[in-house]
C-alpha cells in the first residue's frame, strides 16, 4: 500500500479522491488537509510517499510553494499537482521545483488512479502546454513568454515604470509590448485586458 496525502480544499473532491484510490487496494490515504501549509507538517508526523497537491488551496495557500519546500526536505515524496485553473505558469513553475506530475482535473486525459500510478511508477507524460483560452480576438498560445510576463505584471496593479523594473526593460519597451498585447486581442485597454485575463484564470495574480 502507497501511503498517499491529499491536498484539496474541496470536500467534494477530496472525498471522490478519497474513495478512488481507496477502491484501487494499492493507494492508503493518510491525511487529506485544505490547507498547503500544513502539508509539510503532515509529512514530518506520517509516512507520506505520494501527495495529490492541489495549486490554489484554503486561506490562498499555494501548492506550488509547499510542494517546493517539501521537495528541500523530502525529496523521496513523490508530488503530483493538481489544478483546474488554465493559469499559465503553474506548469513551468511545477517542472522547476522537480514535481513528478501534473494533473488537469477536468481535461480527462486520464483518471486521478491512472496519474497516480504512472508517478509512481516514474512515466508520468507531462502536458505539453496549459489549457488554450480565447483572449478577446487571440488564444493565449499566441502570446509570447514576455508578453505574458507583462500581462502578469498588470494584472497585479503595476504601473508601466514598476513593469519594467521588474522585468529588467525599459518603460517603452513595456509600453511596446502592452500595444502588441492589445493589437492581438483587439481591447481598447489594459483595464479590459486585466478584466479578461483574470476572469478566465489565464493568470492569477495571488499565485
Request: glycine content about 6%.
Amino acid at each position: 500500500m502507497i501511503n498517499v496525502l491529499i491536498v484539496e480544499d474541496s470536500k467534494i473532491s477530496s472525498t471522490a479522491f478519497l474513495h478512488e484510490l481507496g477502491d484501487t487496494g494499492r493507494y492508503h490515504v493518510t491525511a487529506a488537509i485544505e490547507n498547503a501549509a500544513n502539508a509539510e507538517i503532515i509529512c514530518m508526523r506520517n509516512p507520506v510517499e505520494l501527495i495529490l497537491m492541489d495549486v490554489c488551496t484554503a486561506d490562498d495557500e499555494s501548492g506550488l510553494a509547499a510542494a517546493e519546500r517539501i521537495r528541500k526536505h523530502n525529496p523521496d515524496i513523490k508530488i503530483l499537482i493538481m489544478t483546474s485553473m488554465p493559469e499559465h505558469s503553474f506548469l513551468q513553475k511545477a517542472l522547476e521545483i522537480g514535481c513528478d506530475g501534473f494533473w488537469y482535473k477536468e481535461l480527462e486525459t486520464m483518471t486521478l488512479t491512472e496519474a497516480c500510478d504512472a508517478v509512481i511508477k516514474g512515466t508520468f507524460p507531462w502536458p505539453e502546454q496549459a489549457p488554450v483560452l480565447q483572449i478577446g480576438l487571440a488564444r493565449s498560445d499566441e502570446f509570447t513568454d514576455r508578453e505574458l510576463e507583462v500581462i502578469r505584471a498588470l494584472a497585479q496593479g503595476n504601473r508601466y515604470e514598476e513593469i519594467g523594473e521588474q522585468l529588467f526593460m525599459s518603460t517603452n519597451t513595456v509600453k511596446y509590448h502592452v500595444k502588441n498585447i492589445l493589437q492581438k486581442t483587439g481591447f481598447h485597454s489594459t483595464i479590459q485586458l486585466v478584466a479578461e485575463v483574470v476572469g478566465k484564470r489565464l493568470v492569477l495574480p495571488n499565485y
